[in-house]
Nanobody
Framework: QLRLVESGGGLVQPGGSLRLSCAAS???????IGWFRQAPGKEREAVSS????????NYADAVKGRFTISRDNAKNTVYLQMNSLKPEDTAVYYC?????????????????????WGQGTQVTVSS
């Protein structure tokens, strides 16, 4: 069982930066980790993912070049560095775990493939 806790959300001005953290209760080594977000009145959408074995990353088109996902397996933590934030990035951000994988994972951006979810952290981009 993987338990995930997000932190690092808050209020930031357009153009600003935030770093979200996703801390796991146990080892994340064998799990792909994804970040998703949901804005009020909208469906949940994928943001980024990172694979368990190779650390390969995937990004939604809306965040490419602005967001960076990384993982520190020694700390059982995955990060989402968000730069050049826009008002449309305002949402509740969730991290999720898919696995365990022992080989061949690909870092899905489909939320239904993830079994473990955190409670979310609010990100608000506003002047």
């Amino acid at each position: 069982q993987l338990r995930l806790v997000e932190s690092g959300g808050g209020l930031v001005q357009p153009g600003g930066s935030l770093r979200l953290s996703c801390a796991a209760s146990g080892s994340t080594l064998a799990y792909d980790i994804g970040w998703f977000r949901q804005a009020p009145g909208k469906e949940r959408e994928a943001v980024s993912s990172i694979t368990s074995n190779t650390g390969s990353t995937n990004y939604a088109d809306a965040v490419k070049g602005r967001f960076t996902i990384s993982r520190d397996n020694a700390k059982n933590t995955v990060y989402l560095q968000m730069n050049s934030l826009k008002p449309e990035d305002t949402a509740v951000y969730y991290c999720a775990g898919d696995g365990p994988w022992y080989s061949g994972s690909y870092g899905s951006l489909r939320d239904y493939e993830y079994d473990y979810w955190g409670q979310g952290t609010q990100v608000t981009v506003s002047s």
